[in-house]
């Protein structure tokens, strides 16, 4: 049976490439909301993250401009789970619910929307979408990207991995797998695919 509308969440772990699939979806024409961009939205000044916040952390974790200093609260929530607890208890309804209506006013003109989630399972958003993509890659190659990318030691490259929920779990909820080992071209081509298969449960993609 066919659906008319249809949400699809692309997830994996740091370093597989979900910005990649992402990218390329958009410049095949497609929506695709950025859960990490609604997060870091979430923390401007004046907002319902940035009270909430306050609220858990309150305003020694501000800089000089009276913005939240990101860096503090990692360091506050890396080896404290409470306070992770409570700042993802926090934030997180405030987040979901701005990714729900940014999905909610694009399916009024689109017929399929994509969400780029790398928390999809474990904020359970994966039971608001249809279908989900996991993107994976050979943990040697994910270290060496996270490394290069954001010039860190492969210890805590390995740490930052380790510290997600692992891949294999996350395998669990696919519907689709993408492995990104190859070229850009192999990881374009399984995309399209996807793409067709999406297209046989829709009406119009």
Same mark, same amino acid.
């Given at each position: #049976?066919?659906? @008319?509308? #249809?949400?699809?969440?692309?997830?994996?772990?740091?370093?597989?490439? =979900?910005?990649?699939?992402? @990218?390329?979806?958009?410049?095949?024409?497609?929506?695709?909301?950025?859960?990490?961009?609604?997060?870091?939205?979430?923390? &401007?000044?004046? $907002?319902?993250?940035?009270?909430?916040?306050?609220?858990?952390?309150?305003? *020694?974790?501000?800089?000089?401009?009276?913005?939240?200093?990101?860096?503090?609260?990692?360091?506050?929530?890396?080896? &404290?789970? !409470? #306070?992770?607890?409570?700042? !993802?208890?926090?934030?997180?309804?405030?987040?979901? @619910?701005?990714?729900? /209506? *940014?999905?909610?006013?694009?399916?009024?003109?689109?017929?399929? %929307?994509?969400?780029?989630?790398?928390?999809? +399972?474990?904020?359970?958003?994966? /039971? =608001?979408? &249809?279908?989900?993509?996991?993107?994976?890659?050979?943990? !040697?190659?994910?270290?060496?990207?996270?490394?290069?990318?954001?010039?860190?030691?492969?210890? #805590?490259?390995?740490?930052?991995? &380790?510290?997600?929920?692992? +891949?294999?779990?996350?395998?669990?909820?696919?519907?689709?797998?993408?492995? @990104? !080992?190859?070229? +850009?071209?192999?990881?374009? $081509?399984? %995309?399209?695919?996807?793409?067709?298969?999406?297209?046989?449960?829709?009406?119009?993609?």
């Amino acid at each position: #049976m066919k659906q @008319n509308k #249809m949400i699809i969440g692309i997830t994996g772990s740091i370093g597989t490439g =979900k910005s990649t699939v992402s @990218n390329y979806l958009i410049s095949k024409g497609y929506s695709v909301v950025d859960a990490d961009k609604i997060s870091k939205g979430a923390y &401007n000044i004046g $907002s319902n993250g940035y009270k909430a916040i306050l609220e858990v952390f309150g305003e *020694e974790i501000l800089n000089s401009n009276g913005e939240v200093d990101r860096k503090k609260i990692k360091k506050i929530v890396f080896d &404290n789970s !409470n #306070m992770l607890q409570r700042l !993802n208890m926090a934030i997180h309804p405030i987040i979901i @619910n701005e990714i729900e /209506k *940014e999905i909610e006013i694009l399916l009024e003109s689109q017929n399929v %929307v994509f969400l780029d989630a790398p928390l999809l +399972i474990e904020t359970e958003l994966h /039971k =608001k979408v &249809n279908k989900i993509i996991v993107v994976i890659c050979d943990k !040697n190659e994910q270290i060496n990207r996270i490394i290069k990318r954001d010039k860190i030691t492969a210890d #805590m490259a390995i740490s930052i991995i &380790n510290s997600q929920m692992s +891949i294999d779990e996350k395998l669990k909820f696919a519907d689709y797998i993408v492995y @990104n !080992n190859s070229t +850009i071209e192999n990881l374009y $081509s399984q %995309v399209d695919e996807i793409i067709l298969e999406i297209k046989k449960e829709i009406s119009d993609v």
